[in-house]
Each structure stands twice: as structure tokens, then as C-alpha cells.
């Protein structure tokens, strides 16, 4: 029996071996024959979206968002970092002091795409070449991202805002292809350049950014640091290649279209040289100051208080704009307000000189006219703010001294001359003459 038993196990394994490759053939056809399971990832596509400027001061600058396409769920969500409320308690404090909070969100893309339409600003959309496996990534990110808990961040005009976001979760998800591209690339620009031209189409908005950011955006940025503007992440991207799920090299931007295109006049490349317009309008308040003390000298009443009253408004508005960029300096964290060489040219002691110009209205001089216009404090305080303007300039031979400010150099320095000899109490061409005589005047 045992004899039996032995010579019939190998006639056993051969079958159950023959039966093993049978059924693993059978599930090779099987799996052959059932459609392959889809990388995880692969049912997202990504965009770069790019928005144009608009008519409001922060719209100067562009804007953009990731949008993601998800063909499993059919959901379109465009994903922005530039969200604010004007109407938030702390909305203005915060925005004095440079402690700004936004926040991210996401939204319906068509409903994004109108209303860009309808504010008339260019739409500019980029398939960017990311395998699944980033694309699942940069999507759980912006989910974990847009959580309430997570959404706010502190904003920094130039190095964190919606354009950075954008851009650092681009690299992320690429593992930082896009900085290694681009950081040590010099862009040839400041961040005064890009403000500058994006601003001179509104006047106030060009000269409050002239006077209040100082040297710190005077620095010439990379390619990575130029990604702070919207329309700048858009066209450096176009350069930049990555791996395929393959490893092979391809472009990072598949496909460019355009969503919209806004009828506005297009972008600025440079920003354009105001020296003479502010140089005119600097002589203009000379020529004013002088005349009018040529007037009062003539024995017009009238000339003498037009001109105080004149040379009392312009130091009242410089005084006010050096108190405030003072402040900026000492008391904010408005870090591209600091080390600002326009407070020589618009300084606090114009506040000063305003007082004491204004005190001066109500007095007369024994000869009446320009005589005893102003004490001789009041003279040598004006003569100490010219002097301040005209420091401002020579300083520039030191390297420490670089700012870019000549338009304000152009605008103050000769209004600041101007009321300075309008307010001597011997005019240069009138030396050795017996102009004023107010020995007891000290205002």
C-alpha cells in the first residue's frame, strides 16, 4: 500500500502544477483584457491662471490662480492667495502699522473667468506639464490650504503675496525646479522699476510710492524675486522644463491661451523719466515764492500775506509727508519704508517752519511791504531746510546713498530754495541794502 501510495505522488504535483500555470494564464488574459487602473492624479489637470491689471491701486499689479480641473468629481476651482476685507475691524490698523492679513480661497472657475470679463482684464491661461503624482499633490495641498484654520497668511507686498502663494506652490509640488531656474538670475529690475511703471498712469499713486518706499526696493532682483508680479510668473515659466512621469525632458508650460482679452492700453515695459515735470513744478513754487516777495517788497500788503501764506501751505505738506515717513521708519513694519532719503527732502522741521511762517501773518514792519515779513528765526529755519534738500543730492557721490529719488529731488529742492530766499531778510541781489529792520522780531 505504501509502494502504491508513492508511485502515484509525482503523477499529483505534475497536476497541480499544470492546473497552477493554467489559472495564471488565464489570469494574465483576464488582466489583458480589464482596462488598466488610472495613476492616481492622472484625472487632474493643472492651469496657471493670469489675470491683467485693473482700474483700482491694487489691481495696478495683476493677479492670478491655480486652477484645477478634476474630470472624476467635474469640478473646476480656481485657487487664489489675494482675498482682503476693507470692511474688517482691524483692516485699517493693521494696514498702518504693515501687518496685513489675506487670505486664500477657492472658486468656481467660469464664475472667476466673468468676472474678470466683466472688469475688462486680460485672462491668460497656461497647462502646465506636472506628472500625476504632482498634481495630486498640489491639489491636496490647495485643499489643506484653503481650510479656515490654514487660509490667512501675513502679506508682504513684494516677497509674500498672491503672486508668490502662486508660485511657491507651483515649485513645491515640481521639488523646486522653478527656483533653481530662476534664483540666481538677475531680472535687470528693482521692485521701484516694476512700481514705477505700473503706477505712472495715476498720479498720486506714482508720487505717494516715489516718496514713501526707500532703499530697499532700490536692489536689483532675480528672475525667482520678479515673480512677485502676475504677468512675470507667466512669461519666466515658459522657459523652464521638467520630467515627465517618463523622466524625460519637457517643457513645464504643455499649452498658453487667452481666456480674454481686455481693450485697456497694454502693460508698460518701462517706466518713463518725470524728472522735468517735477522740476517744472518745483520752479514753479521758486518763481511764485520770489515774486510775491518782490511784490511785498513793494509795499503790497497783500503780496507780503499771499506769500506767507503760500510758503506756510507748501512747508505745512512737506512737514506733514516727513512726520509721516518718519513714522513709517521708526514706528511700522513697513519694511520698504526704511532707510528713506527723501525725509531730507520733505523733513518734520517743515511742521515747524509752517507755525512759525503763519505766526508771522498778523505783524507788520515798520516800512511795511516785505520789511519784517518774518523774524530771523524764521529765515534761518527755512535757510536749515533748504540745506537739508541741497544734502540730499550732494550725498549722492557716497555709495551709501543710492536711492532712486531724483523726481523728488526735482520737485523739492527748488521750492525749498525758493521760499528759503523769498524768506531771507536780505535778498542775495539786495546785499549791503537796508532791506528789513526788525531787530526785535525772534518768530
Not at 19 to 43: D, I, K, M, N, T
Request: with cysteine; proline share 5%.
Amino acid at each position: 500500500m505504501r509502494c502504491a501510495v508513492g508511485r502515484g505522488l509525482p503523477s499529483l504535483v505534475i497536476a497541480s502544477r499544470y492546473r497552477l500555470l493554467v489559472c495564471s494564464a488565464a489570469f494574465a488574459l483576464l488582466a489583458r483584457a480589464l482596462p488598466a487602473q488610472p495613476e492616481p492624479g492622472s484625472e487632474l489637470t493643472v492651469y496657471l491662471m493670469t489675470m491683467g491689471p485693473g482700474d483700482e491701486v491694487w489691481e495696478k499689479f495683476g493677479h492670478n490662480a491655480i486652477w484645477i480641473h478634476d474630470s472624476v468629481r467635474n469640478t473646476d476651482v480656481a485657487y487664489n492667495w489675494g482675498l482682503f476685507d476693507f470692511d474688517a475691524a482691524d483692516f485699517f490698523p493693521r494696514f498702518l502699522k504693515g501687518d496685513m492679513r489675506y487670505w486664500m480661497g477657492g472658486f468656481d472657475k467660469e464664475g472667476t473667468l466673468d468676472f474678470y470679463r466683466r472688469a475688462n482684464r486680460s485672462v491668460w491661461v497656461q497647462e502646465l506639464n506636472l506628472t500625476p503624482a504632482q498634481r495630486l499633490s498640489l491639489d491636496r495641498s490647495v485643499e489643506w490650504n484653503a481650510l479656515p484654520e490654514n487660509r490667512y497668511y501675513d502679506y508682504d507686498y513684494f516677497r509674500d503675496n498672491c503672486s508668490t502663494r502662486v508660485r511657491d506652490a507651483l515649485d513645491s509640488a515640481l521639488g523646486g525646479v522653478i527656483q533653481r531656474a530662476t534664483a540666481d538670475v538677475q531680472s535687470g529690475t528693482t521692485y521701484r522699476s516694476h512700481t514705477r511703471r505700473l503706477t505712472q498712469d495715476v498720479p498720486w499713486i506714482y508720487l505717494g510710492t516715489l516718496l514713501g518706499l526707500g532703499q530697499p526696493v532700490d536692489r536689483q532682483i532675480s528672475r525667482w524675486e520678479e515673480m512677485f508680479l502676475p504677468v512675470r510668473l507667466h512669461d519666466d515659466i515658459l522657459g523652464i522644463r521638467v520630467a515627465d512621469a517618463s523622466g524625460r525632458s519637457v517643457p513645464l508650460v504643455k499649452s498658453d491661451a487667452v481666456l480674454f482679452v481686455s481693450s485697456r492700453e497694454p502693460e508698460r515695459l518701462e517706466p518713463a523719466n518725470h524728472i522735468g515735470v517735477y522740476l517744472v513744478a518745483g520752479m514753479l513754487v521758486l518763481f511764485v515764492s520770489l515774486l510775491l516777495r518782490y511784490l511785498a517788497g513793494g509795499g503790497s500788503n497783500g503780496a507780503r500775506i499771499s506769500l506767507l501764506v503760500v510758503t506756510g501751505l507748501w512747508s505745512l505738506m512737506v512737514g506733514v509727508l516727513g512726520t509721516a515717513l518718519a513714522a513709517l521708519w521708526a514706528f511700522t513694519n513697513h519694511v520698504y519704508s526704511y532707510q528713506n532719503e527723501n525725509l531730507l527732502q520733505a523733513n518734520p522741521l517743515s511742521l515747524v517752519l509752517t507755525m512759525m511762517i503763519l505766526a508771522s501773518i498778523g505783524r507788520r514792519g515798520p516800512a511795511g511791504g516785505g520789511e519784517g515779513m518774518v523774524g530771523s528765526r524764521t529765515s534761518k529755519l527755512a535757510w536749515m531746510v533748504a540745506g537739508l534738500a541741497t544734502a540730499g543730492i550732494a550725498l549722492k557721490i557716497l555709495p551709501a546713498f543710492h536711492q532712486v529719488n531724483g523726481e523728488i529731488i526735482a520737485l523739492m529742492l527748488p521750492a525749498h530754495l525758493g521760499i528759503a530766499l523769498a524768506l531771507s531778510r536780505t535778498l542775495p541781489w539786495n546785499k549791503g541794502k537796508r532791506v528789513i529792520e526788525m531787530p526785535a522780531a525772534t518768530s
